[in-house]
């Protein structure tokens, strides 16, 4: 794996030994240059693709230089790779706990974290299906099956799982659970009217036409929803990256989240 | 202590998939065999091996289409107290149609090898279509047959996608081994995982072997009958 971090460095020094026999020889004056191009690849969650293509299309108007290519993935299959040496100089995931576990390796590059973003769960059922008001509800006879995350493997299903915990619901209403392997599914089942209600992140409640928000998890009731950001340690252009990711946490790119239904900590 | 109830889902799943797959799968693959070719006999094929070509989830989103709460059939079965949909009939019917084409399209092609002499023979003497069908086309493709089963079986056994999106993953009723086994590595519970991958491991050893020797006995026993 670190081969592949030597290489570009390799060329880099091929380039610059290039560069300087051409300047020494045509000792032309320097003319006022565009940067150099740069490429820069992010790493991140597939819940951010639509709102992160269009913060990049943003960004590029604005650096025509910077090439950005995207890896959207699972977050947990992100910080696999990212282990592994696959290349990446930004990485955004959907939970702390993938960031935390490649900080504890020492993969990020030193004070370049921050919690880009907040989501919020909530409750959904099908467009314009009776019965189900709230969270509370649930426990009616009308409502047989609930749509959530496996609650080991799916941070949308944990959350789901502090949350109807915390209200008492959790034991009670076990025997119409079931359990998906993403939050798509979870959406896929509730749009069909398979599962009378679901739990979801809010911003995947927008993008789904056919369910409606019936209730939003009482703030407390299930730990923080982050999405942590950093620069990978090996990245060959982390200033690229560092500029990027300064983007994404300012007010402009703020709105566009907003937009998208994230919440923006206070920072 | 580890909940085993994937174990016994897993069988019974595979079990009465591959025996639901068994009867539509000889008699698809008896109504093409022999008959003459053309273009409706390469549609239907097309057709029939469609769940082999797609993708299994896309297959299981099929499915929750057709017996899902959208879908006219899903409702009328859950009117009469039989939904599908999250549900163990569904694991069932979600392997079956993933392993329907394996099941046809071997006995297809075991049909195929049957020299038509030997057919056209047992109708001169007299023997209905029936007749030559269970007593002479049945017994040579045996062989082929069984691999058909094996198949169908090894394939069920292993069915994720499609039991996944239609049955979904309820412990104790749906959650098959393969299930289980995503779910525990995808949430880090390594051990959990290496020890349902070994356990299916033997268990599809295990029957693969067991069904090989009995299709080696049940051949053997046909051929000396018919030789003897």
Known sequence: MHRLHRYPSFFMLLLLLAAAGCAGRQAAPPAPQAPAPVSLTVSAAASLTDVLNELIAIYREKNPSVKISTNYAGSGALQRQIEEGAPADLFISAAPRHMDALQDRGLLLENTRVDLLGNSLVLVAREGIQGVNSFEELAADTVRKIALGEPESVPAGRYAKETLTYLGLWDRLKPKFVFAKDVRQVLTWVEGGDADAGLVYLTDAKTSPGVSVIAAAPSGSHKPILYPAAVIKNSAVADAAKDFLAFLSGTEAGAVFARYGFTVPAR | ?228
């Open chain 2, 1 to 228: 202590m580890l909940e085993l109830s994937p174990l016994l889902i897993s069988l019974k799943t595979a079990t009465a998939a591959t025996a639901v797959a068994f009867f539509p799968g000889i008699l698809a693959a008896r109504w093409l065999a022999h008959t003459p070719g053309g273009r409706n006999r390469a549609l239907a094929d097309g057709l029939l091996i469609m769940p082999l070509l797609l993708p299994p989830t896309v297959i299981g989103f099929l499915l929750l289409l057709v017996f899902g709460n959208r879908g006219l059939l899903g409702r009328v079965l859950t009117e009469w107290g039989m939904p599908v949909v999250f549900t163990w009939p569904g694991a069932v019917i979600a392997a079956a149609v993933v392993t329907f084409p394996l099941m046809y399209r071997t006995a297809r092609g075991a049909f195929e090898q049957v020299d038509p002499d030997l057919l056209d023979a047992a109708r001169t003497m007299g023997a209905t279509e029936w007749l030559v069908f269970r007593r002479v086309m049945l017994p040579l493709s045996w062989p082929g047959i069984t691999a058909g089963i094996i198949l169908s079986f090894a394939r069920a056994l292993g069915e994720f996608g499609a039991t996944l999106m239609l049955a979904g993953n309820i412990p104790g009723k749906t959650q098959t081994m393969p299930i289980a086994i995503y779910f525990a590595v995808e949430g880090g519970k390594r051990e959990v995982a290496l020890f349902w991958t070994l356990l299916m491991i033997a268990v599809a050893t295990f029957i693969v072997l067991a069904l090989n020797y009995w299709s080696y006995r049940r051949h053997n026993n046909v051929t000396h009958g018919r030789v003897g």
